[in-house]
């Protein structure tokens, strides 16, 4: 049903655009993976899982020095040690499951600020230009590129012109010698 009517949208889209309607698109992948905005988010969150990952390693490795002690131990020696082992199993546990939600939800919010900027500018391109119509090239099977216009260069331009400018900003409030 969906497929029907966005091709009937489209079928749409071109007959009109024989009357001066004009139809645009953007790849909106493309404009991602050449935005530098994004590249630092993805930068920052590899870091910061990095980070957990070797944390996570590091209580592990203790959490097997427990164990090994409690192996070497009789089963009345080794009972307040099973304990402490099964806290430290459960806070590592949790630990994991904070990194992960602290992790995708700040990707979560990256990506939501970043769409907002790329839409924003895609609404600004398109009433300057009169575009009727912008679409993402991921919907798209087929256009013909000399009635459809492609703003994926411009609007990945203007976003990294954007970000290069809030940086210039940050920058510009520091103190000096930073």
């Known amino acids: 049903m969906k497929n029907q009517i966005f091709t009937a949208l ?21 404009v991602l993976q050449g935005s530098k905005e994004f590249k630092e988010c993805e930068r920052k969150a590899l870091t910061k ?22 192996t070497a ?15 430290d199993f459960d806070r590592i546990e949790r630990f994991k499951e904070q ?32 575009v009727s119509l912008m679409l993402d090239l991921k919907a798209i099977l087929y256009l013909d590129q000399k009635v459809v216009k492609d703003y994926t260069k411009e609007v990945t331009n203007e976003l990294n012109r954007q970000y290069d400018e809030e940086l210039d900003k940050l920058r510009s409030k520091l103190p000096l010698g930073k």
């Open 49 to 70: 899982r990095d980070l957990r990952t070797e944390e996570i390693a590091q209580m592990t490795a203790q959490l097997d020095k427990l164990e090994a002690q409690i």
């Open 73 to 87: 131990l009789s089963a009345e020696k080794g009972a307040a040690l099973r304990e402490q082992y099964a806290k």
């Open 99 to 130: 990194a992960t939600e602290e992790i995708t939800a700040q990707h979560s919010h990256d990506m939501e600020r970043i769409a907002g900027k790329i839409r924003a500018i895609i609404e600004k391109i398109g009433s300057r230009d009169n």
């Open 10 to 30: 489209v079928i749409s889209a071109l007959a009109l655009s024989s009357y001066g309607i004009s139809f645009a698109y953007v790849n909106t992948e493309d």
